[in-house]
């Protein structure tokens, strides 16, 4: 029972360009929504996050998107540092019960 | 000076074994979650602890039990390990209360190992 999924394992883009990382949600009580990033041997680290009574949100390099018809949204990093190169997960929370779920995750690597 | 630790960072044991991760955080923070990470990446929620309420994922064996001698720390036991144990398990923790900006910070995972 996956709600939250992230469809692509892997991305590879050049350094300097956009990095388009995408997560869709089945459940519509859903009502916040966060992106983590993860290093190797790391924990997840928060990177960003949107309420569903907003559809963009914009923190420098990174801005996340949220289509709530499409129950879709994207986190867009521009441009892209090989330092990005990481392990990107979605996550979404339950507006009754706290509850957050995550994607599976997708790994981004940004080529020099 | 890490906001969320939990020790040990790897763990091997044999089939059977009861064993325990540790985990401590220096936020402040009321609330303090176990999760599992596994052989698919899913990272899924096992517990959440507050001072007031226990919430288990239904989905988790009786075998694991979180222990909390105090709001700083939420220990992870294990009884009886099995085969399908094996993971990374992460220690989380947030501000507690019901709203929708619960962003949770993450200790960097125990990877067990049961053989």
């Known amino acids: 029972d996956q709600q939250v999924k992230q469809n692509s394992p892997s991305l590879s883009v050049q350094e300097g360009r956009i990095s388009i990382l995408n997560c869709d949600y089945t459940n519509s009580m859903f009502d916040y929504f966060l992106w983590y990033k993860k290093y190797p041997a790391e924990g997840p680290t928060f990177l960003i996050s949107?309420?569903?009574?907003?559809d963009k949100n914009e923190d420098g390099r990174f801005t996340v998107f949220l289509n709530k018809s499409a129950k879709h949204l994207s986190l867009h990093i521009v441009p892209s540092q090989p330092g990005d190169s990481a392990v990107y997960f979605c996550a979404a929370i339950h507006a009754n019960n706290n509850d957050m779920r995550f994607g599976a995750g997708t790994r981004l690597t940004v080529k020099p | 000076d890490t906001a969320v630790s939990q020790t040990p960072k790897y763990l091997v044991t044999q089939m059977g074994n009861d064993k325990s991760i540790k985990c401590e955080q220096n936020?402040?923070?009321?609330?303090m979650y176990w999760y599992k990470q596994d052989s698919k990446k899913f990272l899924k929620i096992m517990f959440s602890y507050n001072n007031k309420e226990l919430i288990i994922n239904e989905t988790v064996p009786n075998r694991f039990s979180p222990k909390s001698p105090d709001k700083a720390h939420l220990n992870l036991h294990i009884n009886s390990l099995e085969l399908g144990d094996s993971a990374v398990y992460f220690c989380a923790s947030s501000e507690s209360g019901r709203s929708s900006k619960n962003i949770q910070y993450f200790g960097a995972g125990t990877r067990l190992s049961v053989l």
């Open positions: 949107i309420s569903s009574i907003k």
């Open positions: 936020l402040g923070h009321d609330t």
